[in-house]
């Protein structure tokens, strides 16, 4: 009888769960706790800025731009998701081509074509685009297991873990070693990691070939996939999710965490700044999903013991620049603006070129009547840069212009700068969430992370270490399937 005994009492959930930061990360991270743990937790999000972090628009002439984070993978589960629980739709595409600058001509243009696409890369560049693709396709198919393992409820206490679980000893030094080492290694040429690999990293991370192999291979694969943004702009994301969960955003920076102990467990305090003043808040557990790098924040955490270390690392500034103008197409040695085919430009790294590329983007609302401008006429161009654009470097790009808006971001991480992956636990029931960025920074990276700090939150309160840092994943899903 003893043997039929009943299961230990399920602890109950947390009373309440603080996230700091409304962008994607806390945004999803609510989600997928209230999910686990059920809708009697109190779920309190602190943002001062506002719903969407990165995920911004701009305004032109009443209509909304993108003015990052603007295209999704078409792998991306979890997005997908997202926008098919909140009954979002994907927006509509406007074709366009794109084309490689050097800073004197083009190195590679994109037709109407595909095929002729496909034997442009191959004349110029032999199998060089083959053992791209299949490396890419290589790493996506093992990242791709992850879906399976957070189905099963699998979550990981480091990033070393998780890729490990997904890629083994290979996937953790790709976060070590740069893309270019890599893939000259499957035998790509350097004449194609100079001309096409730097090109699309400049104008996705704003970074060089030098950049980790990891966080490399996901920004190619959104360069040669199919994808999608939501139509009304992707920061609808958060703000449905947040509506969804019914958290309560609470509109202040949070300054600090202090450890208080109360019956055997943690209690973490949270103290925050806002337009009433200063105030704090109790809390069973703490996600913090906003960057803790001494640049990004100046965040203290009191009474750990052993003290939580700093974060190393710093973050690459860029800028954006929302223009609506003329383009000056002669500068890309096309004179009679009629002619030139290309909605989006990306650059080489080339010492004198001040941009790393500008595209002519679309409102984040499409109608079906809506058509993209031709290139004579006045456009929205958005221009990603390392510094801001002086007069004279807009008007080597513009022949005139109406207005330019410029957002300066610290985004991404300035990858050469560490060697070390972030922790994701920082105390029993305090984890850090963005340092997922340092593997690879995008809108379903960040999604992958949220869902594993909600499982690895979850597993961890109701300890059932089974769930946790697992070896041999792959074996184990098969076997429960």
């Known amino acids: 009888a003893a043997l039929l005994a009943a299961p230990a009492a399920a602890r109950p959930p947390p009373r309440s769960i603080a996230v700091v930061g409304a962008g994607l990360g806390g945004s999803a991270v609510a989600y997928f706790l209230q999910q686990h743990f059920g809708p009697q937790v109190q779920l309190d999000v602190y943002e001062p800025a506002g719903v969407g972090g990165r995920l911004a628009t701009v305004t032109v002439n009443k209509q909304q731009y993108e003015s990052r984070g603007a295209s999704i993978h078409a792998l991306s589960l979890h997005m997908q998701d997202f926008v098919k629980i909140l009954g979002l739709k994907h927006r509509r595409e406007v074709a366009g081509k794109s084309a490689i600058f050097s800073g004197e001509h083009f190195v590679l243009e994109e037709t109407d074509w595909y095929l002729l696409n496909l034997f442009r890369l191959w004349w110029h560049y032999g199998i060089s685009f083959l053992r791209l693709q299949m490396w890419v396709e290589e790493v996506m198919e093992k990242f791709m297991r992850i879906y399976k393992y957070q189905a099963h409820g699998y979550a990981f206490s480091s990033l070393e873990e998780l890729l490990h679980s997904l890629g083994g000893d290979a996937f953790v030094n790709m976060t070590q070693r740069s893309v270019a080492e890599s893939l000259l290694e499957v ?194 161009w958005r221009v990603l840069s390392q510094q801001p654009l002086d007069k004279q470097q807009l008007k080597t790009l513009f022949r005139s212009y109406y207005s330019v808006q410029v957002t300066e971001w610290q985004t991404y991480p300035r990858y050469d700068a560490t060697k070390s992956l972030p922790p994701i636990t920082l105390h029993e029931n305090l984890f850090y969430l963005s340092g997922v960025e340092w593997v690879a920074s995008s809108m379903e990276m960040i999604a992958v992370a949220a869902k594993n700090v909600a499982l690895l939150a979850y597993n961890r309160w109701h300890q059932d270490l089974e769930k946790i840092d697992q070896k041999d994943l792959m074996h184990k899903v098969k076997t429960e399937l």
């Open 187 to 380: 035998g790509v040429t350097q004449r194609f990691v100079d001309d096409v690999i730097a090109a699309v990293l400049r104008s996705s991370y704003g970074q060089s070939v030098l950049m980790p192999a990891f966080a490399g291979a996901m920004s190619l694969a959104g360069a040669q996939g199919s994808t999608w943004a939501v139509e009304g702009g992707n920061k609808l994301v958060c703000s449905g999710l947040l509506k969804l969960t019914k958290a309560s955003v609470i509109p202040a920076r949070v300054t600090g965490i202090s450890l208080h102990s109360s019956e055997r467990r943690a209690l973490y305090q949270v103290h925050y700044e806002g337009s009433e003043g200063q105030g704090s808040a109790f809390y069973d557990m703490v996600v913090v999903t906003t960057p803790l790098h001494p640049s990004q924040s100046n965040f203290t955490f009191e009474n750990f013991e052993p003290p939580i270390a700093d974060f190393p690392g710093a973050f690459q500034p860029s800028v954006t620049s929302v223009v609506h103008g003329y383009l000056n197409s002669s500068y890309f040695g096309f004179p009679d603006p009629k002619l030139f085919p290309f909605a989006s430009i990306l650059t080489t790294d080339t010492p004198d070129l001040f941009f790393n590329a500008m595209d002519n983007i679309c409102p984040v609302n499409i109608s079906s009547a809506f058509r993209r401008k031709q290139p004579q006429e006045a456009a929205v």
